[in-house]
């Protein structure tokens, strides 16, 4: 008769494989399904504040889905999305913006207001300027100063995307960078998990943030 493993070998082995079974697990999620992501700075702020942890949801837009395409829901970004991608300038970066538009529209923005295809766009839900000031088109102002301000009209190429912070006035988005191309897409904000700031040289968890789903 072959004799029975012990209790205190077998422990350890099955520890051990769940805790495999575990990372294994958590790999593929990260990969093909959530990343966790953390708001560095104010540029989407009041829709996203610095300290917000969020989970992303990398297969809506077919960006992290790969094989699994055909079982997963996807669409295309859309505009007034909030969307992950791969920095233009630093593609060791991932940034987070909200599409304002897409291929084959024609982006314009006149003292701080957007527009698309000449007509007026309503984005009194979610962008906010903090800074009165409105830099015109000047030769005595280099073009970075008054971009922020004034832009285009310039038409959305194929396969990209328009980008902008909802906190226009201290964002750098496509308005300095240029459009994103869709290939650079990496997912959409699924909810906050948890979030804290730091005030008076403490950090403060803000727990009416949890499960937040951003818009």
Do not use: M, T
């Given at each position: 008769m072959t004799p029975n493993v012990s209790w205190g070998r077998r422990i350890?082995?099955?520890?051990?494989a769940a805790l495999l079974v575990a990372a294994v697990f958590a790999l593929f999620t990260r990969a093909f399904l959530v990343q966790a992501y953390r708001i560095p700075s104010e540029s989407m702020e009041p829709t996203l504040l610095v300290g917000d942890h969020l989970?992303?949801?990398?297969?809506?837009?077919?960006?992290?889905?790969?094989?699994?395409?055909?079982?997963?829901?996807?669409?295309?970004?859309?505009?007034?999305?909030?969307?992950t991608f791969?920095?233009?300038e630093d593609p060791s970066q991932e940034l987070l913006k909200r599409c304002v538009a897409t291929a084959g529209d024609e982006v314009e923005i006149n003292a701080k207001r957007l527009r698309l295809g000449g007509a007026?766009?309503?984005?009194?839900?979610?962008?906010v300027?903090?800074?009165?000031?409105?830099?015109?088109r000047s030769d005595f102002l280099h073009e970075t100063v008054w971009r922020r301000d004034s832009f285009g009209p310039e038409r959305v190429?194929?396969?990209?995307?328009?980008?902008?912070?909802?906190?226009?006035?201290?964002?750098?988005?496509?308005?300095f960078f240029g459009s994103v191309g869709t290939n650079l897409v990496r997912g959409r904000p699924l909810?906050?998990?948890?979030?804290?700031?730091?005030?008076?040289?403490?950090?403060?968890?803000?727990w009416r943030r949890t499960l937040h789903v951003p818009r």
């Open positions: 350890p082995v099955d520890v051990a989970l992303i949801n990398k297969f809506i837009f077919g960006a992290g889905a790969g094989r699994w395409g055909p079982l997963v829901p996807q669409r295309e970004v859309r505009r007034g999305d909030l969307v791969q920095g233009i007026a766009v309503d984005e009194s839900a979610y962008a300027h903090s800074d009165e000031l409105v830099y015109p190429p194929e396969r990209s995307l328009f980008c902008l912070g909802d906190n226009r006035d201290i964002s750098r988005d496509s308005r909810l906050v998990y948890w979030s804290r700031d730091r005030e008076a040289g403490r950090w403060r968890f803000r």
